[in-house]
């Protein structure tokens, strides 16, 4: 099957190459259901957070979008209560922009990129973008303790020292959960996740 193949040659890349401060990986054993990670960017409002997604890949896939909402709750005006996102990228043409070349590694990218620079004309949330663009400080304020809430406690755990995820994204040590202790070797790079888990991992080297 097309799709098939073509998500583990994806997931494969993911993998080895990942866009900076972007992690996706398979969930259990279902290669249609995926879960993804994307590290708040340096001075935004969602610096210091991680944020997880949920990944739905559709049987028609890639001529049909993957469909992805945020599961850590997240202050911006194209991204409702539910985690719905309102990106041209997640629909099919003629009102989206998705087309088969695209794939779930640019894709997260694109969301990454839109967390950095909300589109306040085309929202999910009228009163956010209203806040965005009339009154911007106290809608950065809002984000900025939101993340904090939700995206660095709850979502993260407990965190203790900072480490340079790449040049201008940030992640944190956090309390070792079992679905995401693969991934975040694989973002980070084992050599930086042995300094976040300590002499235990240099032994599994």
Excluded at 38 to 61: A, D, M, N, Q
Excluded at 91 to 99: N, T, Y
Excluded at 133 to 143: I, P, S
Excluded at 168 to 192: F, T, W, Y
Aim: hydrophobic fraction near 30%; proline fraction near 9%.
């Amino acid at each position: 099957m097309q799709r098939v193949s073509r998500l583990k040659r994806e997931l494969q890349m993911l993998s080895t190459e990942p866009p900076p401060g972007v992690t996706c990986w398979q969930k259990e054993e279902r290669i249609d259901d995926l879960r993804a990670q994307i590290v708040g960017g340096k001075e935004t409002p969602y610096e210091g957070g991680i944020f997880s997604l949920e990944v739905k890949v559709p049987e028609r896939y890639p001529f049909e979008p993957p469909a992805i909402r945020f599961l850590t709750p997240i202050y911006h005006p194209n991204i409702d209560s539910s985690g719905r996102i309102c990106h041209d990228a997640l629909k099919l043409p003629p009102k989206g922009a998705w087309r088969p070349s695209l794939n779930i590694s640019t894709v997260l990218t694109s969301i990454q990129l839109l967390m950095a620079e909300p589109n306040p004309d085309d929202p999910l949330m009228a009163d956010i973008s209203s806040e965005f663009k009339y009154n911007k400080q106290l809608f950065v304020e809002k984000a900025r303790k939101w993340t904090q809430e939700h995206a660095v406690q709850k979502n993260v755990g407990v965190m203790t020292d900072s480490i340079q995820n790449t040049p201008d994204q940030k992640a944190h040590k956090r309390e070792a959960q079992p679905e995401l202790v693969e991934p975040a070797k694989r973002n980070l790079g084992v050599g930086i996740w042995q300094g976040m888990r300590g002499t235990e991992e240099e032994e599994e080297q």
